[in-house]
């Protein structure tokens, strides 16, 4: 398993393990409770654990080896579960919030003892937080210093994206939930918990369309990361082999890597020698970048000249 794969399965151990809790105590809270913004929190962090099990499945999926009818593989099937877990995010945490946020707006009640939502809440803070830090700990590795939202729209790996936001949508949802309950108790007024369910399910689905866009994005097909890209291209140009580098294809595929090169290498003695350059240069590629599993290289030559 490649160090990106171990740092991804970490980041989803960790939200699945502090998720799990934060469900469970949410959910008897609600029910103690009977506040509206609560549950609406509960049924987000059930999503969360239902997710994190959907990412989990995507990698091992990825892993199976290829075969006559997935000649390259299953590598991109992680974006398919990417997907899921956005949908999901979108219409099992969000849609179902503002529903249930709607329902007690219209038929306000009073919360029974706030002191238990607000303590669940402050618990369920220092547990997502444990989940973010997880999660941040393995893209700070992987950055290279790169500002997080900047990362976040140049990540080729889904799932630790997916989490990254599921955790920063979860700590936003649990402020809303706790100011709705704190103006609930102090204002007597139950309107303010509808409101702070209604406000947590639109969070989650501005999240979930964000993380969508992202995914939909790499199951079109998008090439390596910028850097990256960048990197193989003067890889290529600075081996002594080839003249000039007229067109690169990269292409994320999961966690490997496709490249498609087309140059204009310098003259050799015969077509023996010019099989070992590209030999060559492919081989210091896939030296170099270890995920690039499939290189094809066509020579060339420049239209107009001999």
Known sequence: ??????????????????????????????????????????????????????????????????????????????????????????????????????????????????AVALLILGVSVVLESFSLYGAMKEIRKIARGKPFMQWFRETRQSELMVVAGEDIAALCGLALAFVAVTLAVVTGNPVWDALGSIGVGLLLMVVAVFITREVKAMITGESAAPEVHAAIQAHIEARPEVERVMNLITLQWGEQLMIAVQAKMRPQQSDRALVDAINAVEESLQARWPQAKWCFFEPDIEAGRD
Not at 9 to 22: D, H, R, S, V
Not at 37 to 50: G, K, P, Q, V, Y
Request: aromatic share 12%; net charge neutral.
């Open 1 to 114: 398993m490649s160090s990106h794969s171990e740092g991804s399965t970490k980041a989803i151990f960790y939200a699945l393990g502090a998720n799990g809790g934060i469900a469970v105590a949410k959910f008897g809270a609600a029910l103690y409770t009977g506040s509206g913004a609560m549950l609406a929190e509960a049924i987000h962090s059930l999503s969360d654990c239902t997710n994190q099990v959907f990412l989990l499945i995507g990698l091992k999926e990825s892993k199976k080896p290829a075969n006559e009818f997935h000649p390259m593989g299953y590598g991109r099937v992680v974006y398919f579960w990417a997907m899921m877990v956005a949908l999901l995010l979108f219409f099992l945490g969000g849609a179902f919030s503002v529903i249930e946020g709607i329902s007690h707006f219209r038929h306000p009640e009073p919360i029974s003892s706030p």
